[in-house]
T-cell receptor, first 108, second 116 residues
Framework: AQRVTQPEKLLSVFKGAPVELKCNYS??????LFWYVQYSRQRLQLLLR??SRESIKGFTADLNKGETSFHLKKPFAQEEDSAMYYC??????????FGKGTRLSVIA | DTGVSQDPRHKITKRGQNVTFRCDPI?????LYWYRQTLGQGPEFLTY????????KSRLLSDRFSAERPKGSFSTLEIQRTEQGDSAMYLC??????????????FGPGTRLLVL
């Protein structure tokens, strides 16, 4: 069964501190992994996808197939990073399966 | 704004009434998805279209739900005989699939449904 687990509902960090949002997945095959972000009063938008291997807004995520994880990291949190973050996976050309999300709160 | 648009943004209805939502995807996108999101949950897949063909429906999509994309452009999602459990945010997303590769799914702002 396809499943995405985000163990933390809420993560609070101080400005300038490192951030790690955890994501574990279950999928038989080779999934594609994504992180989506939703800022207050805005629509859901793609933050990054693992095949791009890009760093967006200072965030990176590495796919670890052995641990079936795709944790999102940023070395120094900023207040504007406060948002809801969703980890998601898909197979080849299939719909996205989302986790329940983690709310990141960056405290000044 | 050339992004995905949805109408209406909010809908309040009484139990038992029918409601219809519209989604206009990004114009060149051939894939269109419907998701539902309830409080404290991530979006959950309902159904999707490739051009005008409905290719997959989730078990979440009961027989009270029907979706269409008649000309391969905009899509409608109808809920008949609404129930309080249908209260949720209904999200539409579109993407371009070419040569077997799916590009990013872009989401609309959603339609928030409240069934009283």
């Amino acid at each position: 069964a396809q499943r995405v687990t985000q163990p933390e509902k809420l993560l609070s960090v101080f400005k300038g501190a490192p951030v790690e949002l955890k994501c574990n997945y279950s999928y038989s095959g080779s999934p594609e992994l994504f992180w989506y972000v939703q800022y207050s009063r805005q629509r859901l938008q793609l933050l990054l996808r693992h095949i791009s291997r890009e760093s967006i807004k200072g965030f990176t995520a590495d796919l670890n197939k052995g641990e079936t994880s795709f944790h999102l990291k940023k070395p120094f949190a900023q207040e504007e990073d406060s948002a809801m973050y969703y980890c998601a996976l898909s197979g080849k050309n299939t719909p996205l399966v989302f986790g329940k999300g983690t709310r990141l709160s960056v405290i000044a | 704004d050339t992004g995905v648009s949805q109408d209406p943004r909010h809908k309040i209805t009484k139990r038992g009434q029918n409601v219809t939502f519209r989604c206009d995807p990004i114009s060149e996108h051939n894939r269109l998805y419907w998701y539902r999101q309830t409080l404290g949950q991530g979006p959950e897949f309902l159904t999707y279209f490739q051009n005008e063909a409905q290719l997959e429906k989730s078990r979440l999509l009961s027989d009270r739900f029907s979706a269409e994309r008649p000309k391969g452009s905009f899509s409608t999602l109808e809920i008949q005989r609404t129930e309080q459990g249908d209260s949720a945010m209904y999200l539409c997303a579109s993407s371009l699939v070419t040569g077997g590769f799916q590009e990013t799914q872009y989401f609309g702002p959603g339609t928030r449904l409240l069934v009283l």
